[in-house]
């Protein structure tokens, strides 16, 4: 194969990977032919089509880490970060094939394509739930309980999964995005089905067992969507050296992408809100104790990447993060202009410095891990960085006040629902949208007739373009999933008969 011409624009190098009709299919072909003037490669249409979708316009109101409040500084949303990691993830990319010395590693392990980069990376939060992090945990608490009794609970990037998968509609033909099976893939972080819970000793293998852990608290596909998942992932058994559980390229560079954006953009926003005291955080680095952010983090690392981790490295990384904080970020944040600008080009430099300290390995870089990865001293200051902000930012107090709250809502929200849902007399009076799942799950696949009468909805015609839904019961979760923050507070007020409809528009939820 040609190599392309170091001096060649990067817009011609949108794609380095052998020729295969498998990566460009999608699992649902649509009704109609193609038109003979859309000049896009299948992947830009994957990354319109993410664009354009109801799904995406969404994130804008939903939390990233911290739900916002008017007077605070603008935080990042779903949708901001996601396109920050948009950004950053085609940066990766592009370097990674300007890297000639690369190009016969990334055409054997089954290419790179920029556009199925980027639409992994928009796509990749679609399917989170309304406030954030804390959202996530409570429906995965709710799933596996007694009332939706689902054994494989709630995961985002799982959601993410089933959402472009089928959730989203963009077409009468058939479900979902219709998305190529190389941008599926990529939008698997995580591309495995979450380990059958152990009932005797979870909590120790939890704390105990890399793998148990690995396959248990990640997952990118629920059970009802494995068949789909292995479809997709065909195009990789050409490639012989591919490892199973194995991120694809794309889906490694999304990964690390939103890892750095997670680790530099959250952290300049809570710093830039006054949210982030830096004095404390400094504070925190110099202890030693059992009890420390420093020995937690170790143990963990050590626990979930022993192939990667390494003690020493890991001891630099926290002379570098410390060094960075005293020169870049005031102890005090007093919304100066040399303040402010100190720390957005503070923010500026570290994601530069991380793009540039990606690189791709003839083997994973640790067991079930990436390709492409982080260089080992840098990966280590990223974990850094995140588990500060998860420790002083998510866990304060003022923090836990809101997000009890938040936990409240949708508890009560999926119990409210399924009430609804079970009831004969009034199950056709419940939301048109989580209705026709609901029937479209109970008989097992195929699409309802709108244009019938109630009576006849639950004659639903088989097609092979619809993928099976699963248990009735997460519909619910995934209807939850369609709303924003503010949409989850209305329906929740009106459900629980705690306020009225604020105006008409909420009574169409």
């Given at each position: 194969m040609a190599k392309p011409a170091r001096t060649q624009p990067v817009h011609e190098l949108v794609r380095l990977t052998?020729?295969?009709?498998?990566?460009?299919?999608?699992?649902?072909?649509?009704?109609?032919?193609?038109?003979?003037?859309?000049?896009?490669?299948?992947?830009r249409r994957d990354r319109d089509r993410v664009l354009y979708s109801v799904a995406w316009r969404r994130l804008g109101g939903v939390t990233q880490v911290v739900t916002p409040f008017e007077d605070m500084a603008l935080m990042h949303n779903r949708l901001t970060h996601s396109e920050k990691v948009a950004q950053v993830a085609r940066s990766i990319a592009e370097r990674l094939l300007f890297q000639e010395k690369s190009h016969r590693l990334i055409a054997h392990l089954g290419g790179i394509d920029v556009d199925v980069v980027e639409a992994a990376a928009l796509a990749h939060d679609l399917g989170h739930p309304p406030f954030g992090h804390i959202g996530e945990i409570t429906l995965d608490k709710v799933a596996r309980g007694s009332l939706l009794r689902l054994s494989d609970g709630f995961e985002g990037n799982a959601q993410t999964f089933r959402s472009v998968l089928l959730g989203e509609t963009r077409s009468a033909a058939y479900d979902g995005l219709d998305l190529t099976c190389a941008t599926l893939?990529?939008?698997?972080?995580?591309?495995?089905?979450?380990e059958s819970t152990l009932k005797?000793?979870?909590?120790a293998r939890l704390k105990t067992n890399t793998d148990y852990r690995r396959r248990w608290r990640k997952f990118s596909v629920y059970r009802s969507e494995k068949n789909s998942f292995t479809r997709a992932r065909a195009f990789l058994d050409e490639v012989r050296s591919f490892r199973p559980e194995t991120q694809s390229l794309e889906a490694?560079?999304?990964?690390?992408?939103?890892?750095?954006?997670y680790a530099i953009h959250d952290l300049e926003d809570f710093y830039l809100a006054g949210i982030l005291d830096v004095r404390a955080v400094l504070d925190e680095l110099r202890r030693n104790e059992q009890d420390s952010l420093l020995r937690k983090l170790r143990a963990r690392l050590k626990l979930d990447y022993?192939?990667?981790?390494?003690?020493?490295?890991?001891?630099?990384?926290?002379?570098v993060v410390q060094k960075e904080l005293r020169s870049s970020f005031a102890t005090k944040y007093d919304g100066g202009l040399t303040t402010v600008g100190r720390a957005r080009a503070a923010g500026s430099k570290l994601i530069g410095k991380y793009i540039n300290s990606v690189h791709i390995s003839e083997d994973v870089f640790w067991t079930h891990g990436p390709y492409v990865a982080l260089k080992s001293p840098q990966w280590h200051e990223v974990q850094l960085l995140?588990?500060?902000?998860?420790?002083?930012?998510?866990?304060?107090?003022d923090i836990a006040l809101l997000q009890r709250g938040q936990q409240r809502i949708l508890r009560e929200l999926v119990q409210y629902l399924l009430e609804w849902k079970d009831s004969k007399s009034d199950f056709k009076r419940l939301p048109r949208r989580l209705r026709e799942e609901i029937i479209i799950a109970q008989n097992g696949h195929g699409r309802i007739d709108s244009t019938r009468a109630y009576g006849d909805l639950l004659r639903v015609r088989g097609n092979g373009g619809f993928a099976p839904r699963g248990d009735a019961n997460r519909c619910i979760l995934d209807y939850l999933c369609t709303l924003t923050d503010g949409q989850c507070y209305a329906l929740y007020y009106k459900l629980s008969g705690s306020r009225p409809a604020a105006s008409a528009m909420d009574f169409f939820l």
């Open positions: 052998p020729k295969s009709a498998r990566r460009d299919a999608r699992l649902i072909q649509p009704a109609r032919p193609r038109s003979p003037h859309d000049t896009r490669s299948e992947a893939l990529a939008i698997a972080k995580y591309p495995w089905v979450r005797d000793d979870h909590d490694s560079i999304m990964d690390v992408a939103d890892d750095i954006t022993p192939d990667y981790y390494r003690r020493a490295l890991f001891d630099r990384a926290v002379m995140k588990e500060i902000t998860k420790n002083f930012v998510i866990t304060r107090p």
